[in-house]
């Protein structure tokens, strides 16, 4: 595509739901990083995908939080009993590898 | 880790205005590059710039690798330059993932 596309663009879930936010990247990026931005902070990376490998997720912030990308394109984003600490916006980001990031315009999770 | 910090934090500029942003990284890199945030929240790449000088219309930025900093010039500002401006490293010791710091917040006024 154009762009990296991202959806739902917002979700509104209540404490304890699961969710899952998708990001579809540039076509051919093989790699496909996501981040969490909080209210009036710079984006902290979570984990880091090379085609269908998870090659780093040391920035998950428990096991409750699980990204997959089965088969080296679309990935998912998934959150197990959200709580309201996990209110942020979730952005998803695509290169080549090591070269220029380009961001999706991100969902933004609120946990009730 | 490595740590990124980015001055001034916060910027008011009167339209027509020229200004500078600076960020320093406490380590070796081999990845730079420079974000706009718009204030609709999205994130746009201006610069991919480990080292050297690019120049992209009103927009140019220089990377110093071996004295650890990076320069943003911003020349004839105008509204639509308001946001967050955000330099990300790729520290040598790790794969390939971004480090961002702390950004500079700036306004443009008529």
């Known amino acids: 595509g154009a762009g990296v596309s991202q959806s739902p663009r917002y979700k509104v879930a209540k404490r304890g739901q699961d969710v899952a936010l998708r990001c579809d990247p540039i076509?051919?990026?093989?790699?496909l990083f996501w981040y969490q931005q909080a209210l009036g902070q710079g984006p902290e990376f979570l984990t880091y995908?090379?085609?269908?490998?998870?090659?780093?997720k040391s920035g998950l912030p428990s096991d409750r939080f699980f990204a997959e990308r089965p088969e080296g394109s679309v990935s998912t984003l998934k959150i197990q009993r959200t709580q309201q600490e996990d209110s942020a916006v979730y952005l998803c980001a695509s290169s080549i590898k090591g070269g220029k990031l380009f961001f999706g315009s991100g969902t933004q999770l609120s946990v009730l | 880790g490595i740590q990124v910090e980015q001055s001034p934090p916060d910027l008011i500029l009167q339209e027509g205005a020229n200004s500078t942003l600076r960020c320093n990284f406490s380590d070796s890199v081999n990845n730079l590059q420079w974000f706009h945030q718009n204030p609709w929240g999205q994130l746009i790449n201006l610069f991919y710039i480990p080292s050297g000088t690019k120049q992209n219309g009103r927009l140019s930025a220089t990377t110093v690798a071996t004295e650890r900093y990076s320069l943003l010039y911003i020349s004839s500002s105008q509204t639509t330059d308001s946001g967050v401006y955000f330099c990300a490293v790729q520290w040598s010791g790790t794969a390939s993932k971004l480090t961002f710091g702390t950004g500079t917040r700036l306004q443009v006024t008529l």
């Open positions: 995908f090379q085609n269908e490998a998870q090659l780093d």
């Open positions: 076509s051919g990026h093989v790699s």
